[in-house]
Structures are given as C-alpha cells and as structure tokens.
C-alpha cells in the first residue's frame, strides 16, 4: 500500500519510513504543509499519517481542506499534542485515529492496519454488519433476509456514514447530508432520523460518539 | 446598645451613605431649630419687653395728669379703671403709691403686692415696674402668663415647618439619589461576578464615573494577568510537549528500527530493546510531568460545561486501543446519554486519564477495570488486585508515591492536585467497595445545570 507520511521532524519520519517499508508499504515523506497538499492533490495514496505541528502550518488545516473537497482516504493523525480537546478536534476535522508521540512502532503499524482494514470494508458500496445487508447502489436494506424500507434522507445518512465505516462524522456533516435532500432541518433532525434508523435496522449499526457525531460500527 | 446599632448599620455602601446624609440632615434641622427658636424667642422678648418699659413711661405721667387730684382721696380699695365696652387685655396696669398701697388698676389687673421696679416675672406673667419722677406713685404693667408662648408659638411653627417638609422630602429622596448613584458601582459589581472560570474577558469600562473606571481599569489590568498567565502556561505545556515528545518518539522509534535491524538472539538486540523500552519509559515520565506541570499552574480552574460521558467515551476508546487493555477496560455509563458536569476538559480528562492507568497498571492483569458514572457525577473505577494498608492508602496522592514501585508516583498526586481545582471529592477505598481485595477511586464531580451561565459546550 502507498502511505503518504507528513512529519517534519526528519530523524522520526525517516525510522517510521523505514518501519511501514520493511513491513511491505510504499511510504513518500514529506515534512512541510505545502509538500503535504501538493502530495494529496493526485490520488496515489491510500492512507495519510499526518503530523500537526508543520513548519508553515497546522496539519489540521491540511486534514480539513482534503475533507471539504470530498476525499475520504483515511487518515491517522500523528501528534505531540496529547489534551483531549486536541484529540477531539482531529476527530472533527474527519481524522481516522490519533497516535499521541512517542509511539511504538508496532502499535502504528497496527492502527494502520485496522483503519485500512475498516476503510476496504465496502468496496462494491455493499456493505454487512450482522444481519444487516445494505446495497447502497440499488438501495436495498434488509435486516436477517427481510427488506426493510429506508426513506430518501435516512438512505443519505446511512452513505455519509458508509463513507468512512468506523470513523466518526459529526452532527453537522450529516446535517448537510441531509440539507442535499432539501427542506429545513431542525435542531434535533439528526438524533431524530440516527434513532428510527436504528428502530428499523438495530442498534448494532451507529454507534453515538458523544461530542464528537456517529460512526458506522466497522 | 452599641451591638444593636452596629448590628442595624448597614452593610452596603449605599445603605451607609443614605444613613448618615438622612441622619445629618436631621441633626441640622434640630439644630438650626433650636438656634432659631433661641433668636426669634430673645428678640420677641425684647419687642414685648420694650412695649411694656415704654407704655409704662407714656401711661404714668397720663395718669397723674387726668387722675392726679383724685388720687389723693383714694381709700383703702382702688380706683378701678373700665372701659365702655368690656374687652380681654393684652396689657394690665396698676398704680401704686409710694408706700405700697395699691391706688388705681385696670379692670383686668388682679390686687396685689407691688413688685420690685424693672422687670420680673411672677408666675408666668412679665412685669415692669417703674417709679413717677417724684417719687411718689410707682407703675406696674403686666402681660398675662402665656400670652407671649401664644404669641411666639405660631411664629416659629411657620417659620421651621417648611424647614421640617424639606428635610422630610429629603430623607424620601436621599435613598433614591444614592440608589441611582450607585447603579454604577453595581453594574460594576454584576460584571465582576461574572467573570470567573471560563470568562475572563475585559469588564466594560466606558460608561463607568472616573472613580470606578480606575477600579475597572484595574481589575481589567489583572484580569488580562490571569489570561496572559493561563495562555502562557497552555502554551507553553503545548510547546514542551511538541519540542520534548518529538525527539523522544524518534528516538524510540529509532531504537526499535535499530533493534530490528540486528539479530535475534544476539546481545545487540537486546541492548537496542533495552534502549527503547528506556525511551518509552522517558516518554511516559514525560507526559506525567506535563501533567503535574498543567495541573500546578491551575489550568483545571477553569470552569464549562463539559459532558463527562463523552470524554470517558474517548478515553476509554483511546485506553480500549492499547496493545492487552481492548475489553478489560468496561465503562458502565448508567444508561446516562450525557452528564453535563462544571470542570475544565482537558484537566477532566488527565484525572481521568490517570485514574484508568492507575487501574490498568495496579490491577491483576487478567481482571477487569470497571469504570462506572452515576447520574449525580460520581465517577468510580475499581480493579481486583492486593489490599493496599490503610496507612498506605493514606499517603498515597502525594508526589513519588507510589504502590508496589510500579508506575512514577505521580499520577494521584496529579489527580487529587486537579480534584482540588475542579471542586471535586476525590476519595480512595481498599479493599474496592462490595469486594474483598482491589482498589477504587472514586471522584465526585460538580454537575451543571442547564442555567449555568456564560458556559459553553466545548463541541
């Protein structure tokens, strides 16, 4: 797989190059924001490791822009700042998981692994958790072989999660999902359509990150 | 007496200042009416005294002229003098001859010894004697008792009544006046119980009066202290952790490569991994001290709304993810969907933080940390594992304390220095409650509720 890293410090980017190399990856590493974005612009890489503090800039920033286009590669966030405001900040910004420095190799290896795994779950935009098979081409949804109907606008939710399986998507974002199938949305639209989703397909399927948004269990 | 007045002065300024101008405004118009009183009694006096000295010095000589041959023939009762039309006097007379004998009398005069000559007052009536030139008769005019007070009376009502409305509206508008005029100082005062916590932004100043303005400038002064203080104190915990965690990760990650690279088995390798197992233990006491080091500047004095399910949420996601935690970590939420405590997050989340590990490190490796909230804010994590003594259980939150040598000794430490910024009980049982062996911590956070003002939810 083709990773690309973004850490400025050259000694860490260098070993942790070295380490996703040996275990068979294709890692470019870039240390600054500009090379970051310029990187990003073509589609070769298949998973981000992001560092935060760049020299000209925040990662986040970078993170943020790569979402707001539509590109839903994932992204691991690797970073000094270890608060849980800042953890809750890269999740916002549509960070996949965040790796607080120093970390073990292995562990980043893992955690590679896992996000990469929980990003090829839907290739065919099929998807199947439990008893529940989703179709999101012919959108088709049925819970233990029994079709179950989903309304126009919970079918736009279920996509924006599906998008990134096991990521967070916050209320906002699926508020606009929602926006796109017009109307107004009110305060608690989203609670309110996330819970008659989950009435007709079980509550296995979205989990609530609380102050964060949703995510659909990988 | 003293305790009662002290216990009824007022508190508030505005109370004092209304006391003490409504008190002065009554002592003065007691006094200016006495002072009053004084002059226009004395000067009447004189008035009344002059008219009597000289209607005596007029009436004696008209006397002795009209009555001057029949005094001589008067017996032994006077002549008593009427008039045509019976009438109140104001002024009675009485004409004595030399030897005392009472010769002549108004009408209204009562019979009596004659008094000395000048002025005197005899039971309430003023007096004036005075002798004829020759010697041998001598005038008493008298005014009837009271007939003067009648006189002065109404003249000093009118004259200190209006004196007396105006103090009166005084005290009535007093109050008022210092109420308005302390409107400031209690604008003031709202804004200053404001801030606090979350909200130290500057008071505003420019409506206030000169006098308070300085106060305002002043406390805006140190007020951006505080927020200069805490800023510098957020970055500069953020800056150390970047300079201080980057050299420390590349150097682990370094040294495991390192490690990698050389053969198993061999003393190199072992020596690489030493190395790196130093490396992460550095980064472990690391983060410890930037822990210790935000929560002594005070940062968990800082005051939001903050849910506490959704930062346990994380956290135990985040511990969930470490390499032999995954599901011996168990969060028991109590079917709460949020619980909105007063805290600041991230200090929350390190006393949190550092309650988990603590359960995870101590804990037997096979057993499970419970981590349970209940709806009042009460956040207990318990584990299996050893009894800890009492007297160790005791000294245990101080500094480089710690149970069984494992760990730095600094993670209750750093809990119980947040617990006491954040208001929060924080207590430590072993054996755990309802158990034989383990230990619990159990921390009591303030709740918010849905009025509490000026907060803001941190997502």
Redo the contacts between chains.
């Keep these: 797989m083709r990773i690309l890293l973004v850490e400025d410090?050259p000694?860490?980017g260098r070993?942790?190059r070295?380490?996703l190399t040996?275990a068979g990856h294709a890692v470019d590493l870039v240390g600054s924001r500009a090379d970051a974005e310029a990187a990003l612009r073509a589609p070769g890489h298949c998973l981000v490791l992001l560092d935060v503090?760049l020299p000209d800039g925040n990662g986040l920033d970078v993170l943020r822009a790569l979402r707001d286009r539509g590109d839903w590669r994932p992204v691991i966030v690797l970073t000094?700042?270890?608060?849980?405001?800042d953890?809750?900040e890269g999740l916002k910004a549509g960070a996949d998981?965040?790796l607080?420095?120093?970390?073990?190799?292995?562990?980043l290896l893992?955690?590679v692994q896992a996000v990469t795994r929980r990003a090829g779950t839907h290739p065919d935009r099929a998807f199947r958790a439990g008893e529940v098979v989703l179709d999101l081409e012919d959108r088709r949804a049925s819970v233990a072989g029994e079709e179950v109907t989903l309304t126009a606008r919970e079918w736009a939710i279920l996509e924006r999660l599906l998008q990134r399986p096991g990521a967070a998507v916050s209320r906002e974002q699926i508020e606009e999902a929602i926006y796109r199938y017009g109307a107004e949305v009110e305060s608690n639209a989203v609670e309110v359509y996330i819970s008659r989703i989950r009435r007709k397909l079980g509550p296995g399927l979205i989990d609530?990150?609380?102050?964060?948004g949703y995510r659909a269990r990988a | 007496m003293r305790r009662l007045l002290r216990a009824a002065w007022p508190r508030s300024m505005a109370g004092r200042l209304g006391v003490s101008l409504a008190a002065g405004l009554l002592l003065l118009w007691v006094l200016s009416a006495i002072s009053a009183s004084l002059v226009v009694v004395r000067e009447m006096n004189e008035v009344f005294d002059s008219i009597l000295s000289e209607h005596a010095q007029i009436m004696l000589p008209d006397l002795m002229r009209r009555y001057g041959g029949e005094l001589d023939g008067v017996g032994p009762h006077p002549v008593v003098i009427t008039d045509a039309t019976p009438h109140d006097e104001y002024i009675t007379w009485r004409l004595y001859a030399a030897d005392g004998r009472l010769m002549m009398r108004s009408h209204g005069a009562a019979e009596a010894p004659p008094p000395p000559v000048g002025f005197t007052t005899i039971a309430g009536a003023r007096l004036y004697s005075e002798p004829s030139t020759d010697g041998r008769y001598v005038i008493t005019l008298a005014e009837p008792p009271d007939h003067r007070l009648h006189t002065i009376r109404p003249t000093l009502v009118r004259l200190l009544a209006p004196l007396l409305a105006l103090v009166l509206a005084a005290l009535v508008l007093v109050p008022l006046a210092v109420r308005r005029g302390f409107a400031p100082v209690r604008s003031l005062q709202a804004e200053i119980e404001r801030r606090g916590g979350a909200n130290l932004d500057p008071l505003p100043i420019g409506h206030l009066p000169a006098e308070l303005a300085s106060i305002g400038d002043d406390v805006n002064q140190l007020l951006q202290r505080l927020r200069q203080a805490l800023e510098a104190e957020r970055s500069f915990s953020?800056n150390a952790?970047?300079e201080?965690?980057?050299?420390?990760?590349?150097?682990?990650?370094?040294a495991?490569?390192l490690a990698?690279h050389l053969p198993p088995d061999g003393h190199a390798r072992r020596e690489a991994e030493e190395l790196a197992a130093s490396?992460?233990r550095l980064?472990a006491r690391l983060?410890k001290l930037?822990q210790l080091a935000r929560a002594e500047a005070g940062v968990a004095q800082r005051r939001e709304r903050v849910?506490l399910?959704?930062?346990l949420?994380?956290?135990v996601e985040?511990f969930r993810?470490?390499?032999g935690v995954g599901t011996r970590l168990r969060l028991d939420d109590g079917g709460l969907?949020?619980l909105p405590v007063l805290a600041d997050?991230?200090a929350l989340?390190?006393a949190l933080r550092n309650l988990i590990e603590n359960a995870l490190r101590h804990g037997s490796p096979e057993s499970a940390v419970e981590v349970a909230v209940t709806a009042e804010g009460v956040v207990r994590v318990t584990n299996a594992g050893p009894v800890v003594p009492p007297e160790r259980l005791a000294i245990l939150h101080r500094r480089f304390v710690s149970y069984g040598g494992k760990g730095s000794g600094l993670g209750l430490s750093i809990v119980h220095t947040i617990a006491e910024q954040l208001g929060a009980g924080l207590a430590l049982h072993s054996p755990a409650r309802g158990r034989s062996d383990g230990f619990e911590a159990e921390l009591t956070l303030a709740r918010a509720t849905a009025q509490e003002r000026g907060l803001t939810r941190?997502?």
């Design positions: 410090d000694a860490l070993a942790v070295e380490h040996l503090g000094a700042r270890d608060q849980i405001s953890r809750i998981d965040y607080v420095k120093p970390f073990d190799l292995g562990e893992a955690r609530t990150l609380r102050g964060v | 953020a952790a970047h201080l965690r980057t050299p420390v990760a590349a150097g682990l990650a370094q495991q490569l990698a490396l992460g980064g983060e930037l849910d399910m959704m930062a949420d994380l956290l985040e993810a470490r390499p969907a949020e997050l991230d989340a390190i941190p997502s």
